[in-house]
């Protein structure tokens, strides 16, 4: 039963963390996640192109989150603290002027897209750098 195991032996580094979408280190073929062979500098060097869209996630947002356009600011708080955890006060202070701009879905959704998507796409193009 998994209530046994001891919470640290569950938990595993971001670094270490598998992607929804990403590869199977298997120690042979793929020695071990791209971005820490990229950060060891263990890849092939050749022009690369990295980048994901502004709103990538925002398809998702709706979707996987049962996100509707129309979110109300008390259901757009709770969805910030259930992605964010206790973080989510200074991810919407980041994301408000999306919220007032463009709405709370799309605050919502720029954050999730640069949390999943934006900030590991600048992680990656920087470590190949």
């Given at each position: 039963?998994?209530?046994?195991v001891p ?8 670094s270490k ?93 720029r954050a ?18």
């Amino acid at each position: 039963c998994v209530r046994a195991v001891p919470l640290q032996r569950l938990q595993i580094p971001w670094s270490k963390r598998i992607p929804e979408f990403g590869p199977v280190i298997d120690g042979r073929i793929v020695a071990d996640y791209p971005l820490v062979l990229f950060q060891q500098g263990r890849f092939n060097k050749v022009p690369t192109i990295v980048g994901s869209s502004r709103c990538e996630n925002c398809w998702d947002t709706n979707t996987a989150w049962g996100c509707p356009h129309a979110v109300s600011d008390a259901d757009y708080d709770v969805r910030m603290a259930l992605i964010f955890g206790t973080a989510a006060p200074l991810v919407k202070a980041w994301y408000e002027p999306y919220r007032r701009a463009a709405g709370a879905y799309f605050a919502m959704a720029r954050a999730q897209s640069d949390f999943s998507y934006n900030c590991p796409q600048h992680s990656t193009a920087n470590a190949l750098a």
